[in-house]
Every structure is written in structure tokens, then in C-alpha cells.
């Protein structure tokens, strides 16, 4: 198959850079434009290579990149580490933070240390149980979940830790938080993302949409209870490799919807097509769903197919490049492995 990134050999190298953090992501919420994030494993090795590589392929057509941190309990390079990596190369990061591993006391210094290091953009999460990844008799956390970590950074964003001591000077964090409209009760997830949102969160990023009447019916609702005005909402979108993935994330992934029909239809191509046929499947939903009320953007998970991004936003029009197109929903602020990728991310 043709590589989908031709112009591979010629991605400029990312430069060091420094200065205060930057606020790139909250201004394209602002900007009224279609926002696109991406999410980039941080990787198991200390050489950050291999990293700024995978990040300067999608640099240039999104806005921010995310950076897990021990997904599905299995250890990986800091993301903490990763996204201060990310921030000094001069590409705007988004950090998850994850109640699992650490207690509110060094989730608290974390989040300090996150912003000494220009990181002020998080993903406030749960995080996944340990018995899904490669260290089951390792000890769980949980002092906190994801709801009480969007009230922590809160109370720090306002110069105090918990314990009420001053911080001086506050540190300025931008807190995000994500929502599952795919996991049952279904009525409840919008209430659930509100309750979110009312703790703290300032934007918001969906699991992978591959149903979407369901992810409509959802949207509908966000937009009923007025949510899509507190918070800038992006939708996740996958691009499927081949009929195994599809496979796989219907039948092992807890709240990842994959309709029968898209599975056949996977199934229904040659294997030195599957790749083609995921990215139109991908650019397919994109476009149905692109002019959703209340709709902000959306967040690209390639599970380390970074070379496919650029392809993707290319044939959406979609990126930075399309500041003209403005999205229903990007006004909110004013107003207020593949298992790992996809199941922690939405606990």
C-alpha cells in the first residue's frame, strides 16, 4: 500500500523552545473554529526520539496532543515527562491524570510540577484498574476519582490545596474531562458529563464514535440540558487498521459500540486494503457528524498510526487550516495498546 504520508522524509525536526505555557488549545476553543486533538502514546523508551518523532508527523494539523500516562496499568515513559518533552519542543500538550497510581497528596504535587514544567492543559481521569494490565497484583489507589481530581485542580487553580495552605502564585491549569455516550445507563451519561463539568471541567473529549444515531441521540441531549454552552465538547474518532480491530474492539473493548455493519464491511475488503478502507470509514463519520449542534471539534485516536493523521484531516478539511469553517460549539468557554487507549480514558 502507497504510504499515506509521502512527504515523510521531509517533517521538519522539533526545535527546544522555552517561556511561560502556552494557551494554544483554550484560544482555538475560542477561536470559533473546529478544533482537533490527537493522542500520541508516550512510549516505553527514556530516549525521547521515537516520541518527537510520532508528534512532528501530526504537529502541523492539530492543535494539541495527548499524552497518556501508564495506560491499562501497564508502565510506560512518564506522561508527565512526555508532555514536558511535547511543551519545550513547542507543541501544545494535553496530560491525563489519573487517580489509580498516585494519592491526592502527590496528585496535588503533581499537578504543581506539571505547571512549573509549562504543562497547564490536563485530562482528569479515573483511570483504569490494575488487573488490566501486566502488574494485577500491584495496589490501587483510588483516594481519589475522576469527578474529586476536577474539584482538586479547582481548588488549586484558585491558590489553595486541600488542606486550605496558600499557593502563591496559583497554578494556571486548564482542566479537561471525558465522557462515554456509548456505555449503558445511556440516559445517565449526559447528567454524568454535566456533574463534570459543574466540578471543574473546562472542555471535554468523547470515547471513539463509530454508532452514530447513538452518539446523536447523546448530542441531543447535551444540547437540551445546555452543556454544550458550559464546555467545548470534542468527539473521538478512530481509523480502523483491519477486520481483526474492528473485531477486537467489538468484542473485548466494555463501551466501545462497533456496529455489525462496519465489522462486515472490514471484513468485506482485501487486507492490502483494510488500511484505505478504515481511513474513508473514519473520514465517512467525520463528515456525518462535523455539523452536530453543539459540536466543538474533534479527537483523533490513531492508536500509534500517527501517519495516518495528517491523511485523515486532509480529507475532512479539517485542522488549522480550516479556520473558516466554525464550529456550533466552540463559544462554551466564554460562557463558563489499543485497549489501553480506549478503556481507561473513560473511567
Same mark, same amino acid.
Given at each position: ?34 478544533? %482537533? ?23 502541523? %494539523? ?219 470509514? %473514519? ?65
Amino acid at each position: 500500500m502507497p504510504s499515506l504520508l509521502p512527504g515523510a522524509g521531509s517533517i521538519r525536526p522539533l526545535a527546544p523552545r522555552s517561556g511561560p505555557p502556552t494557551r494554544r488549545l483554550e484560544e482555538a476553543f475560542r477561536s470559533g473554529r473546529r478544533v %482537533v486533538t490527537c493522542e500520541i502514546a508516550a512510549g516505553d523508551s527514556p530516549d525521547p526520539a521515537d516520541l518527537l518523532e510520532r508528534v512532528a508527523i501530526v504537529r502541523d %494539523v492539530v492543535d494539541a496532543v495527548n499524552l497518556p500516562d501508564n495506560t491499562s496499568g501497564r508502565a510506560h515513559l512518564s506522561g508527565l515527562a512526555a508532555a514536558a518533552i511535547v511543551a519545550a519542543a513547542g507543541v501544545e500538550p494535553i496530560l491525563h491524570v489519573s487517580c489509580r497510581d498516585i494519592n491526592r497528596i502527590g496528585l496535588q504535587s503533581h499537578l504543581l510540577g506539571a505547571a512549573a514544567l509549562g504543562v497547564r492543559n490536563l485530562l482528569c481521569l479515573t483511570g483504569d484498574h490494575v488487573v488490566h494490565g501486566d502488574h494485577p497484583e500491584a495496589k490501587p489507589v483510588f483516594d481519589l476519582d475522576s469527578l474529586q481530581l476536577l474539584r482538586l485542580v479547582g481548588c488549586l487553580r484558585t491558590g489553595r490545596y486541600l488542606s486550605g495552605r496558600a499557593i502563591e502564585p496559583a497554578p494556571d491549569l486548564f482542566p479537561g474531562t471525558t465522557e462515554n455516550p456509548f456505555a449503558p445507563p445511556h440516559d445517565f451519561r449526559p447528567l454524568r458529563l454535566r456533574k463534570k463539568i459543574e466540578a471543574g471541567a473546562r472542555f471535554v473529549q468523547t470515547q471513539i464514535v463509530f454508532n452514530v444515531p447513538r452518539f446523536r441521540t447523546f448530542m441531543q441531549r447535551v444540547c437540551d440540558l445546555g452543556i454544550d454552552r458550559q464546555a467545548p465538547i470534542l468527539a473521538g474518532v478512530s481509523p480502523l487498521r483491519s477486520a481483526r480491530a474492528a473485531r477486537y474492539m467489538r468484542d473485548r473493548i466494555p463501551g466501545v459500540d462497533v456496529p455489525e455493519a462496519l465489522v462486515r464491511r472490514m471484513e468485506g475488503v482485501a487486507p492490502a486494503r483494510a488500511e484505505e478502507e478504515g481511513i474513508r470509514i %473514519v473520514v465517512e463519520i467525520l463528515e456525518e457528524i462535523r455539523d452536530l449542534p453543539g459540536l466543538a471539534g474533534f479527537h483523533l485516536m490513531p492508536i500509534r498510526w500517527e501517519a495516518a493523521v495528517p491523511e485523515i484531516v486532509r480529507r475532512a478539511g479539517l485542522g488549522r487550516a480550516s479556520a473558516e469553517a466554525p464550529a456550533i460549539g466552540a463559544g462554551a468557554l466564554d460562557a463558563a495498546g489499543t485497549s489501553a487507549v480506549v478503556r481507561e480514558r473513560f473511567t
